[in-house]
């Protein structure tokens, strides 16, 4: 029988806006220089790779405790 799916908690929708606004507008302005150079990387590059494994590191969180949640209800 399917349920209706939840929705994730406010820390997780906190989380992934932070990481999402550190990737544009304001948080763009921020890191926008070349200078230092981050394992050979310039420092806006860095910026990017670093939210993105920042997102992909909340995703993991986030999948694991909605996996737990499941096996949990049944």
Known sequence: MKTQPSLPSRGM????????????????????????????????????????????VGLVIAYRSDAAQEVDDE
């Open 13 to 56: 929708l906190i989380y992934f806006t932070v990481c999402a606004l550190a990737m544009i507008w304001p948080g763009a302005l921020v890191a926008n220089r070349i200078e230092p150079m981050i394992i050979g990387l310039p420092f806006f590059l860095f910026w990017y790779v670093a939210w993105v494994f920042a997102l992909f």
